[in-house]
C-alpha cells in the first residue's frame, strides 16, 4: 500500500530543491492536499493486485514551482521519494503482479492488436489498449490506475493546445512543446524529431488499416481513427511505458519487445544512469510446496539520497544472449498444447541506451547527469559500386556496406566512432583493390563458417565484416577514413546555430539552474547571438531549457569525438602518411594521385541532409 495514502506524516515528502527561506524569492507555492480521493483509490486498487512497496521509497506528490511562476510545467504531480536512507543503483522499490500491468502483447490485448505489436510496433498497440481500457470508463479494471496516470498529464497538454502545438492540423506524439522544438532547430535531436513525427504519419496509417479498417466494430472510427486522439494516447504511452522483451510460443518460438504500462513505474523521471531497467520480471521466490511460482513485475531506480525523488532509466530492456534461462510463463494453461503462450523473460536483462535525442522526445527532458551513452548518427552520402563491369550484388561496395549493421548504429561517441561506423567509413574509403580484397575475405570466411552466413544469422552475418573492420585497411586508407570523419565532424560542428555561450548564457536563467552546462562565462564574442529567438533574459520553460541542454549535450559530444580523431590521426598513421584535411573539400594525403579524395561519394553534413536517419 501507499504509505502517504495511508496519512503517514513521515511520508509526505515533497520534492522540493533547496532548504534556505532566504533563496525563494517570490515564496513557495501552497502546499497541495494529499493524499486525494484518487491517491485512496490508487492505493487500495494495487493492493487488490498484490502490489507492495519494500520500504526504500514512498508515494507522494511533486512540487512542480515557485508561486506565480508560470514557466514551471512538468505535468507531473506524484513521484517516489527515497524515504529513510540512500537508495542503491537497481535497488527494487516496488513489486506487483503482471495483472496490475497493461503489456502488449498479451491475452488481454487479444489477437488484433498482439498482431500490430509484432508486425509494426509494440508502443502504437499498447497506445490503441489504453484508448480501449480508457473508453471503458470508471467501471474498468484499470481505471483507478489510468485516472492517477492520465491526469498528470494535463497541465503539458493545457500549454501545448495553447500554442496550437497539438491543433487538428498537426498533432505531435511528443512530450515537447512547439517553443522547445524551435529551440532544436539545426541539431541532431531536432532532426530526430522531425524524422519521428514523420514516421508517426506513416505508422498511423498502417495501425489504421491492422485495426479500424478491418475491425470497425471493435475499434470505432470516431475513437481510434482519430489520429489526435491516438497521438496522445502515444505520447503517453512513450512518456510513461516500459519496455521488455517477451517470448511467445505459437508453433514455433520468437522473442518480441513488449510494451507495458506498470503502475508506480509509470510516474518515475528518466534518469540515464541508472544501471538497470526500469521495470524487469522475476519469478516469485516465496510460496509453499507444491505451490505454483507466480511472475512478478518489479521496479528498479537508480542511486539517491533520502528525500530526493526516485528516477529509473527508462530505456528497453534487452535480453543478453548469452543467458540460459529464457523465461517463465504468464499463462496458467501455457502447457497445453497447441496455445499460443507468452513467456516473460525473466534473467540475462540489461538496459538498452536512449540517446538524449530520444529522451527529450519522449520524456521533455535529457535526463539528470551525463548520458554515458549518448550518440549521434552519421550516414554515408552515398553507396556506389566499385567495380567498373557487370557483377553480381555479392561484388559491390553497397552489398559490403550494408555488411557493417543498420544505419542506426553508425554512431559517434564521446569516445568516437562506434564500430559498425569505423566499418562503413573504411569500407567506403578503401580503394577498388582493397574493396574487391575486403569482399573476397569475407566470402571465405562465410563459406567456413554456417553462421556468419547472410542467410541464416543476422547477427552474425553483420559482426563478420564489424569485426573484420575494426582494425585499418591500409595506412592510405586508415588517412582517408580518418579525413572524412574530421571533415564531416568539423562540419556539423560549424553549422549549428547557437554557440556553447549562448546556450551556457540561457541555461543560467533556467529554473533552478546548477548544472554541469551552467558554469562558465559568455564570451564576448558572442553577444551577436543574443539577437537570436531566445530572449536570454527571461526565464526558460523546462521543456525548452532541456532542449538548449540538449544541443549544448550534443555539441560537445561532437568536440569530444572530433578530440579523440585528432589524437587518432596524430598517432596512427604512420610517418611518411601526411593527413591534410580541409573541411568539405576532402583530403590531401600526398601519397599517391589517386588517393586524393576522402570518402568515395562523401558524407552527409547538412542538417537537411542527416535529417531522414533515426
Not at 503539458?156 to 498533432?171: L, N, Q, W
Not at 553534413?605 to 531522414?612: D, G, I, L, M
Request: net charge negative.
Amino acid at each position: 500500500c501507499l504509505d502517504a495514502a495511508r496519512g503517514d506524516p513521515d511520508a509526505s515528502t515533497v520534492g522540493a530543491v533547496g532548504s534556505d527561506p532566504e533563496s525563494r524569492d517570490p515564496p513557495p507555492a501552497p502546499l497541495p492536499s494529499f493524499p486525494t480521493e484518487a491517491d485512496t483509490a490508487f492505493a487500495a486498487w494495487l493492493a487488490s493486485k498484490g502490489g507492495a512497496f519494500t520500504g526504500a521509497g514512498v508515494w507522494s506528490y511533486v512540487e512542480t514551482g515557485r508561486a506565480g511562476d508560470g514557466s514551471i510545467v512538468t505535468g507531473r504531480n506524484r513521484g517516489v521519494f527515497a524515504k529513510n536512507a540512500a537508495v542503491e543503483n537497481g535497488d527494487v522499490v516496488f513489486e506487483t503482479g503482471l495483472d496490475a500491468a497493461l503489456i502488449v502483447p498479451s491475452e488481454r490485448a487479444g489477437p488484433i492488436l498482439n498482431a500490430v505489436a509484432t508486425q509494426v510496433d509494440p508502443e502504437w498497440a499498447l497506445a490503441m489498449l489504453l484508448l480501449r481500457e480508457s473508453n471503458v470508463g470508471p467501471s474498468g479494471p484499470y481505471a483507478p490506475f489510468l485516472r492517477m496516470a492520465l491526469e498528470e498529464l494535463d497541465d503539458v497538454r493545457g500549454k501545448a493546445e495553447d500554442s496550437t502545438f497539438f491543433s487538428s492540423s498537426d498533432p505531435r506524439a511528443t512530450a515537447l512543446t512547439a517553443d522547445a522544438v524551435r529551440a532544436l532547430r539545426g541539431t541532431y535531436a531536432g532532426a530526430y524529431h522531425d524524422a519521428m513525427v514523420r514516421k508517426d504519419r506513416e505508422t498511423f496509417k498502417r495501425v489504421y488499416e491492422l485495426t479500424t479498417r478491418k475491425f470497425p466494430a471493435a475499434f470505432p472510427e470516431k475513437t481510434f481513427g482519430d489520429y489526435i486522439k491516438v497521438a496522445r494516447a502515444l505520447q503517453t504511452v512513450r512518456a510513461k511505458g516500459v519496455r521488455f522483451p517477451i517470448e511467445i510460443v505459437d508453433g514455433s518460438v520468437g522473442v518480441y519487445t513488449a510494451a507495458a504500462l506498470v503502475p508506480v513505474a509509470h510516474a518515475l523521471p528518466h534518469d540515464p544512469n541508472g544501471a538497470e531497467p526500469c521495470v524487469g520480471v522475476e519469478e516469485e521466490a516465496r510460496g509453499e510446496r507444491g505451490e505454483r511460482k507466480k511472475t512478478r513485475l518489479v521496479v528498479r531506480v537508480a542511486a539517491a539520497q533520502p528525500g530526493e525523488e526516485l528516477r529509473c532509466h527508462r530505456g528497453a530492456a534487452v535480453l543478453v544472449p548469452e543467458t540460459n534461462e529464457r523465461g517463465v510463463s504468464s499463462d496458467e494453461g501455457a502447457s497445453r498444447k497447441g496455445e499460443r503462450r507468452f513467456r516473460h523473460v525473466s534473467a540475462g536483462l540489461a538496459t538498452g541506451a536512449l540517446t538524449d535525442a530520444e529522451s527529450l522526445f519522449r520524456f521533455g527532458s535529457v535526463g539528470v547527469g551525463r548520458n554515458a551513452r549518448d550518440a549521434v548518427v552519421l550516414t554515408l552520402l552515398e553507396k556506389k559500386d566499385f567495380t567498373t563491369e557487370d557483377s553480381d550484388e555479392d561484388d559491390s561496395r553497397a552489398s559490403l556496406l550494408k555488411r557493417c549493421g543498420p544505419e542506426s548504429s553508425r554512431v559517434l561517441t564521446r569516445d568516437g566512432p562506434s564500430a559498425e561506423l569505423w566499418c562503413a567509413v573504411r569500407a567506403a574509403t578503401a580503394d577498388d583493390d582493397e574493396a574487391a580484397a575486403l569482399v573476397l575475405k569475407l566470402k571465405e570466411k562465410d563459406a567456413s563458417s554456417d553462421e556468419a552466413s547472410g542467410r541464416g544469422d543476422k547477427d552474425a552475418f553483420h559482426s563478420a565484416a564489424v569485426s573484420m573492420l575494426r582494425r585499418p585497411v591500409s595506412a592510405n586508407a586508415e588517412a582517408r577514413a580518418l579525413a572524412a570523419l574530421l571533415e564531416t565532424v568539423a562540419a556539423i560542428l560549424d553549422g549549428y546555430p547557437t554557440s556553447d555561450a549562448r546556450d551556457e548564457a540561457l541555461l543560467r536563467r533556467a529554473p533552478g539552474s546548477s548544472s554541469e552546462e551552467d558554469d562558465e562565462e559568455e564570451d564576448e564574442d558572442d553577444k551577436e547571438d543574443e539577437e537570436d529567438e531566445e530572449d536570454v533574459s527571461l526565464p526558460l520553460a523546462d521543456d525548452v531549457a532541456e532542449a538548449v541542454r540538449c544541443r549544448l549535450r550534443e555539441k560537445r559530444l561532437l568536440l569530444d569525438a572530433l578530440n579523440g580523431l585528432q589524437r587518432a590521426a596524430s598517432t596512427t598513421l604512420p610517418a611518411d602518411v601526411r593527413l591534410d584535411v580541409v573541411a568539405g573539400d576532402g583530403a590531401s594525403l600526398g601519397v599517391a594521385a589517386d588517393a586524393a579524395t576522402s570518402p568515395p561519394g562523401g558524407f552527409e553534413v547538412k542538417k537537411a541532409a542527416y535529417e531522414k536517419e533515426l
